[in-house]
């Protein structure tokens, strides 16, 4: 978890993704694909220019924008899309990260390594 200085929400999820790789022994270029839990469209940009990794690549498969924003219900719904992701890439590095409440935000990273291709 990783708290920024109050009213910068939307810089939060760079840092924490950070640490969730560094944690992990992992760099950015390890991963291949991104999910975010974030209400606005500035958070995904603010990560995309922390990591480095494109806005065009994250969320594949919808977002929190879309389906709505309560963290545990999006959040969970964004981390099993993330591991379907991975699977029907045949495996791969995957990164969960999204704000929360107090200029917060979180971030773990998902490894699948026995998927098969359908």
Not at 24 to 40: E, R
Not at 57 to 82: C, D, F, K
Request: glycine share 12%; proline share 6%.
């Amino acid at each position: 978890m990783f708290r920024e200085a109050p009213g910068y929400m939307p810089a939060a999820p760079g840092p924490a993704a950070m640490r969730a790789l560094a944690s992990a022994g992992l760099a950015i270029g390890a991963v291949d694909a991104i999910k975010t839990h974030n209400p606005f469209a500035v958070n995904d940009i603010a990560l995309a220019r922390d990591t480095g990794f494109a806005w065009e690549r994250m969320n594949n498969y919808g977002s929190s924008i879309i389906w709505g924003h309560p963290q545990a219900p999006t959040g969970l719904r964004a981390v099993i899309e993330l591991i379907e992701e991975l699977v029907l890439r045949g495996g791969g590095v995957g990164l969960f990260t999204g704000c929360a409440a107090g200029d917060s935000a979180l971030a773990t990273v998902i490894r699948v390594t026995d998927a098969k291709r359908h």
